[in-house]
């Protein structure tokens, strides 16, 4: 019995008794997945770009260049003839230019188209068969304004002026424009003189009055056609001259 009990106990002893507790493996969780969520687009405020401004390129005009005039220059293919009457020196000389643009005009007729009148500036003054050298109401002459009409009323692009320049008489001269200009005796000295005619109008006036046409130029001296002779004059003494009666003067207006 002793045996028995014996083995029984060595069996139940040899039985291995396990007082460690197992071991779990940590089984890893699965990943947190985030669910998709679309992007929201917000709009924005959309900027608009101010405008980049533009030049802006003013044009500036380019200065109008006046021609050079000439030291000299000289007219030829005119010619002129000795005044028929003794105070007709602008009609002479009116019908001399008027030949020289191609409009052959006869002097006495020419003449006797002029308005009669006191007044210098509207007709002629006095009587054409008098001495030369008086001034109005008595025997004169005629100035700038009844010529240039007259020879309009011919067809010719006739203008008077007064006040001209020395540099606009160059310019005429070397276009190849003959110039009629009020003067002083054979282009001399003179004294202006006020006149007052019936009308009331006031003018000047000068003892010896004569017309001339001026047919060239150099840088000192003037030509000039009166009647059929052609002669020169210092720049100084012509202008002297010719500003008596104020640079007065008959052009071709184109």
Known sequence: ARTLAQVSTTTIAQSPTNTQSPTLSATPAPPTVTPFQPNTFTPTASITPSSTPTATFTETPLPTLTPSIPNAAAITGISGRWPALSLDCEARSAVDWAAYFGTPIDELAFFNSLPLSDNPNKGFVGNVYAPWGQVPPADYG??????????????????????????????????????????????????????????????????????????????????????????????????DSWSVLGNMAVIWND
Not at 183 to 198: D, H, N
Request: charged share 20%; proline share 3%.
């Open 142 to 239: 005629v100035h700038a304004s009844p010529v240039a009409q007259l020879l309009r009323a011919y067809g010719l692009k006739a203008d008077a002026v007064t006040g001209l320049s020395w540099d606009a008489l160059r310019s005429e001269i070397a276009a190849g424009q003959p110039v009629i200009v009020w003067v002083i005796g054979r282009v001399a000295l003179g004294t202006p003189v006020a006149y007052t005619s019936t009308d009331g109008a006031k003018t000047t006036v000068a003892r010896f009055e004569h017309t001339v046409i001026v047919i060239g130029y150099d840088e000192t001296r003037v030509t000039v056609l009166d009647g059929d002779w052609v002669y020169q004059r210092s720049v100084n003494d012509f202008l």
